[in-house]
């Protein structure tokens, strides 16, 4: 069973530039959360997807947009980037089972904005 | 809103030994989860424990357990016999419990070494 997988592993693009980010969660799970985490900080919540509309978002401006599609994969998009948005984005997956939640990561993407 | 807060930026301790990093958080909620995860350098984030707050039991999972004090919003985590493979960075960190609410919130994190 694979688990979170994330594409591409590191990024680099120049100010200005836009950004696709790609997410396939662990099989069978059908919430989809973005994180972001700056270098030696805790991740910090950019939003959530659930049947393939946002249902929760964290305090990230409109140039961070996302997308789920039936497959329960997501996308996260970044336009017009800003040098303060190099960082390590985090897809994390999961699913409710038996009043259960537990998020599975994978190992991020690494975007560096020149 | 919530917040995580970890005190200790570093620690280190020699192999086999016990360590306890500490966690507090600020919440006006009475129901929720409170975690703890492992990011080594390899940058993917591991679950190490999970506690629900309406048990009064604190969580144990082979060498890691906590000390969850639910009225001083206290959560640490101990690691018994640590191992050259805990050296990692590690976060405490909340989410409210109920369906739409799996939004985790982070502490800044602690990076602990493990010297052999």
């Known amino acids: 069973d694979a688990g979170v997988t994330q594409s591409p592993t590191h990024l680099i693009k120049t100010r200005g530039q836009q950004v696709t980010l790609r997410c396939s969660p662990k099989s069978g799970h059908d919430t989809v959360s973005w994180y972001q985490q700056a270098l030696g900080q805790g991740p910090q919540f950019i939003f959530q997807?659930?049947?393939?509309?946002?249902?929760q978002r964290g305090n990230f401006p409109d140039r961070f947009s996302g997308h789920q599609f039936p497959n329960y994969s997501s996308e996260l998009n970044v336009n017009a980037l800003l040098l303060g948005d190099s960082a390590l984005y985090l897809c994390?997956?999961?699913?409710?089972?038996?009043?259960?939640?537990?998020?599975?990561f994978g190992a991020g993407t690494r975007l560096s904005v020149l | 809103a919530q917040t995580v807060t970890q005190s200790q930026p570093e620690m280190s301790v020699q192999e086999a030994e016990t360590v306890t990093l500490s966690c507090t958080y600020d919440t006006s909620e009475n129901n929720y989860y409170l975690f703890w995860y492992k990011q080594p350098p390899s940058r993917q984030m591991i679950l190490v424990i999970r506690q629900e707050a309406y048990k009064q039991q604190n969580a144990t999972e082979n060498r890691f357990s906590v000390n969850f004090q639910k009225a001083a919003k206290s959560f640490s985590l101990k690691i018994s016999d640590s191992q050259l493979g805990d050296t990692a960075m590690y976060f405490c960190?909340?989410?409210?419990?109920?369906?739409?609410?799996?939004?985790?919130?982070f502490g800044t994190g602690t990076r602990l070494t493990i010297i052999p």
């Open positions: 960190a909340f989410m409210k419990r109920g369906v739409g609410n799996e939004k985790l919130t």
């Open positions: 997807y659930y049947e393939e509309e946002e249902r």
């Open positions: 994390a997956s999961s699913l409710w089972v038996l009043a259960k939640n537990i998020q599975y």
